[in-house]
Nanobody
Framework: QVQVVESGGGLVQAGGSLRLSCSAS????????MGWFRQAPGKEREFVAH????????YYADSVKGRFTISRDNAKNTVYLRMNSLKLEDTAVYYC??????????????????????WGQGTQVTVST
């Protein structure tokens, strides 16, 4: 059974930084792409960042490009989301997910929730003034 668990959320002032972590177990972590999404109250879940199975390719939403960095440590079965220069509008529940398909196929349509088969429970990030 695949399990995905996020951690690292919290309260931070605008302009500050946070690093989210996500561990996945139950299958060979290094074979699957990973993604981060977020959902603010009253809004739909939106794509934030994606990293390919090998770590060679990363993709970002325009709203976070240049501020957020996604990375992975396959030896630790963990993916990270480093968030710098946080803004009020970054406040949301952040979800980590792992792709359904392995290898490069797992990065097709990386921005769509539909390619991810397993999701974590989410971690709250609140940015304050």
């Amino acid at each position: 059974q695949v399990q995905v668990v996020e951690s690292g959320g919290g309260l931070v002032q605008a302009g500050g930084s946070l690093r989210l972590s996500c561990s996945a177990s139950g299958r060979t972590f290094s074979m699957y792409a990973m993604g981060w999404f977020r959902q603010a109250p009253g809004k739909e879940r939106e794509f934030v960042a994606h990293i390919s199975w090998s770590g060679d390719s990363q993709y970002y939403a325009d709203s976070v490009k240049g501020r957020f960095t996604i990375s992975r440590d396959n030896a630790k079965n963990t993916v990270y989301l480093r968030m710098n220069s946080l803004k009020l509008e970054d406040t949301a529940v952040y979800y980590c997910a792992t792709s359904t398909r392995s290898g490069n196929a797992g990065s097709r349509n990386y921005y769509s929730t539909e390619i991810y088969g397993y999701w974590g429970q989410g971690t709250q990030v609140t940015v304050s003034t």
